[in-house]
């Protein structure tokens, strides 16, 4: 099945989709770093298939998206600053605003299916009517906006037709959900919007994938049967901490049976130490950076805990959030391919451009293996004959 990747950065969804049986006609990208990492693992060929991609440097509200047809998949991680809870808040009146390109892809293209990754951000109170926009053109996307129509005379016109229930041209059924990475086996507590839609012509029912992983099922692993300690051979602890006090004292049969979240030390414990003047010629972008420091609101993630959330942070500076807390009080930045490790991409995927500017691309990426369940899901979908 062909598809085609928008705002693909360091190649996160893209990975995800590839792996699932896609085969990108084009990966469309404009920061030039994110597409000499492309590029170079291309080029490369850091895994199977990847180095016959197609990487186009392109502004996407100049491109004509009908040189890619015909595909069966349009997938993307829409740029998520206007919408980002770190970021300036200005969602539909941001000039980074990327949707109305998404669906002129989906307009022009007519795949059977799609794929979008945004923030959690999305589904805010203020954004609540913009979101209904969003989902609506999704759903309608012949339908769309008049020159000199305001996006809120084109929601209306939406509605319209969604309320009225009769509609002849291209549509598409819509769903949207927040997914927690951890919950997937991700060593992140990274919760993004996913919405999928499917051509009405391709017929079968269709549904997010369920958890496979539980905070529940650590908190087993770790203060009930030890087994975690055990498996990575260290001293358990003589005091939880506080966020394991509920579970202390059940009795193992009481616990869910997921499995447990993957923690940092699960991820890179195999890693050896990074030093800040060389990098293990086996291992690609582990060179430490120092300078970490804690303060108020700037902390770091928990060694024994999935990651919080990897940002980009300004300018690509990334904050308290790329920096490991130890248990003995130590912190530490995360190298480039630790944090590469927590986003799940695979070890001979290597990242270009300076330490931060590598971070601003994980920050910005979709984890492989959180992309790869949807869009595996996706897939099997695509291939069931419709009714």
Known sequence: MKSLELFTGAGGLALGTHLSGFEHVALVEWNKDACDTLRRNSREGALPGVDRWNVVQADIHALDFNQFGPVDLVAG?????????????KGMNDERDMFPDFVRAVRDLRPKAFIIENVKGLLRQTFRNYFSYIFLQLSYPDLHRKKGESWEG???????????????????????????????????????????????????????????HSFEALMRE??????YWERHGVRRPKVPPAHAAPFLGRTEELFDATKPWRTIRDAIQDLPEPRADAEPSDVFNHRLNPGARAYPGHTGSNYDLPSKTL????????????MIAFADGTLRYLTVREAARIQTFPDRWRFAG????????????????????????????LKERPR
């Open 77 to 89: 991680g829409v740029p998520c600053q206007p919408f980002s809870l770190g970021g300036k808040h």
């Open 154 to 212: 084109h929601l209306r016109r939406l509605e319209d037709v969604r309320t009225q229930g009769r509609y002849a041209d291209l549509q598409y059924n819509v769903i949207f959900q927040l997914l927690n990475a951890a919950n997937y086996g991700i060593p992140q507590t990274r919760e993004r919007v996913f919405i999928v839609g499917f051509r009405s012509d391709v017929g079968h029912p269709w549904h997010f994938p369920k958890p496979t």
């Open 222 to 227: 770790q203060w009930v049967t030890g087994s």
């Open 311 to 322: 940002k980009a942070g300004v300018h690509g500076v990334p904050g308290g959030e790329n």
């Open 354 to 381: 300076s330490w931060g500017e590598a971070m601003r691309q994980l920050g910005n990426a979709v984890p492989m293996d959180l992309a790869a369940v949807v869009a595996r899901s996706v897939s099997r979908k």
